[in-house]
């Protein structure tokens, strides 16, 4: 049973490219999130989806775009990285009915230089 | 807006010892999740706070909920090195969750022989 599945694990972009971050969940969860976390801070909701073809903003949505054509898929895309989008980026899910915690990936590390 | 402030945001205690970590938060959803993540880790969901009064405990640890005072707190009970970790609380900005959670800063734990 993966759970929760991210790739890559590290990555180390320049200033100006873009890339896509991959999460997929084998659970069947109806929602799923895109967290960001700084040094030494909470995560911060970046998008959320509550099932294929809904997504919508979190906090800080600016800078990143998602989609949802699958129940287990859930990319998130940066385009023109900035060195403000150093961080590590965790994808969770959970089932969307009985508040049951949010199940989290192992997370992404990203470098923007 | 959801604000989730916790404190103290940095701990250092001894083996054996008892202390609290407190969790204030400001939604009229009162819905309170606590979780665990260790250096370079994901997070590890460790208690569901679903209702006023509710009491949980797993080990020594024992979270409790207080919807009135919105304030919820992690119990740590004769502290053992195993604990050393970051803790975070976490709250619901809408009921069911499906915008996602709110973190606080997280409480850097470190538990010394």
């Known amino acids: 049973n993966a759970g929760v599945t991210q790739t890559p694990k590290f990555r180390i972009l320049k200033i100006g490219q873009s890339m896509t971050l991959q999460c997929t969940q084998d659970?069947?969860?109806?929602?799923m999130y895109w967290y960001r976390q700084d040094p030494g801070m909470g995560l911060k909701l970046i998008y959320y989806s509550v099932g294929a073809g809904i997504t919508d903003k979190g906090e800080v949505p600016n800078g990143y775009n998602v989609s949802r054509s699958t129940t287990e898929d859930f990319p998130l895309r940066l385009e023109l990285a900035a060195p403000s989008q150093t961080s590590v980026y965790f994808c969770a899910s959970t089932p969307g009915v009985t508040y049951q915690p949010q199940h989290f990936g192992d997370g992404t590390r990203l470098s923007i230089l | 807006e959801l604000k989730v402030e916790q404190n103290p945001l940095f701990l250092s205690m001894q083996e054996g010892k008892n202390y609290t970590i407190y969790c204030n938060y400001s939604?009229?959803?009162?819905?309170l999740y606590w979780y665990r993540q260790d250096p370079g880790k994901s997070l590890e969901s460790l208690f569901v706070?679903?209702?006023?009064?509710a009491v949980k405990q797993e080990g020594r640890l024992m979270a409790s909920l207080d919807t009135k005072a919105r304030l919820s707190t992690l119990h740590i009970t004769a502290a053992v090195h195993d604990l050393s970790a970051t803790y975070f609380c976490?709250?619901?900005?809408?009921?069911?969750?499906?915008?996602?959670?709110?973190f606080g800063k997280g409480t850097h734990l470190i538990i010394q022989p």
């Open positions: 706070l679903l209702s006023n009064g």
């Open positions: 939604t009229t959803s009162d819905r």
């Open positions: 976490a709250g619901e900005l809408s009921g069911g969750g499906a915008d996602g959670l709110t």
């Open positions: 659970m069947n969860h109806n929602y």
